[in-house]
Antibody, heavy 121, light 107 residues
Framework: EVQLVESGGGLVQPGGSLRLSCAASGFTFSSYWMSWVRQAPGKGLEWVANIKQDGSEKYYVDSVKGRFTISRDNAKNSLYLQMNSLRAEDTAVYYC??????????????WGQGTLVTVSS | VIWMTQSPSLLSASTGDRVTISCRMSQGISSYLAWYQQKPGKAPELLIYAASTLQSGVPSRFSGSGSGTDFTLTISCLQSEDFATYYCQQYYSFPPTFGGGTKVEIK
């Protein structure tokens, strides 16, 4: 059974940092593109970033470029999102989502349960 | 960036109804479209990809159609467990983007 379990969310002050983690199991993690997708309270879904199987390619939505860094550790079957210079508008539930094995862009067939990040003073 | 217009934003329906949700693109995307269902407090779940391909395990009352700029999600006979919010997503161009969502509520 495919499972994605996020952790690391919490309350942080504007300008602060947070590192999210996503533990994957039930599939060959190193074979898939992986993404982070977020959802602000009461709002829709927004793709944030993705990373290639070997970590050699990374892409970001414009609003987080230069502040967020996506990474992965295939030996630990884990995906990460380092978030720096956090803003109030980054407040959201952050989901880890599995992409496709062969393409950087595609649909997301498995999602974690999400972890809430709240940026507030 | 491809803009997506999902309509309606709110749909009131009864169990047994046939419902349709529309997703319109600002430019053609061939069939590079997916549909998701999200229930309150839960993660989205994939229903359909490539505009009309049903994800494994998804009931056959769900169907998708369209190509280019206009797409439709149809639920042929609404069940109680289908009351949720539905999102379309394009993956034709970077960045992948989602529609604003359609909430299907009990009439």
């Amino acid at each position: 059974e495919v499972q994605l379990v996020e952790s690391g969310g919490g309350l942080v002050q504007p300008g602060g940092s947070l590192r999210l983690s996503c533990a994957a199991s039930g599939f060959t993690f190193s074979s898939y593109w992986m993404s982070w997708v977020r959802q602000a309270p009461g709002k829709g879904l927004e793709w944030v970033a993705n990373i290639k199987q070997d970590g050699s390619e990374k892409y970001y939505v414009d609003s987080v470029k230069g502040r967020f860094t996506i990474s992965r550790d295939n030996a630990k079957n884990s995906l990460y999102l380092q978030m720096n210079s956090l803003r109030a508008e980054d407040t959201a539930v952050y989901y880890c989502a599995r992409g496709l094995p062969g393409y950087s862009s595609g649909w997301f067939d498995y999602w974690g349960q999400g972890t809430l990040v709240t940026v507030s003073s | 960036v491809i803009w997506m217009t999902q309509s309606p934003s709110l749909l009131s329906a009864s169990t047994g109804d046939r419902v349709t949700i529309s997703c319109r693109m600002s430019q053609g995307i061939s069939s590079y479209l997916a549909w998701y269902q999200q229930k309150p407090g839960k993660a989205p779940e994939l229903l359909i990809y490539a505009a009309s391909t049903l994800q494994s395990g998804v009931p056959s009352r769900f169907s998708g159609s369209g190509s280019g700029t206009d797409f439709t999600l149809t639920i042929s006979c609404l069940q109680s467990e289908d009351f949720a919010t539905y999102y379309c997503q394009q993956y034709y161009s970077f960045p992948p983007t989602f529609g604003g969502g359609t909430k299907v509520e009990i009439k």
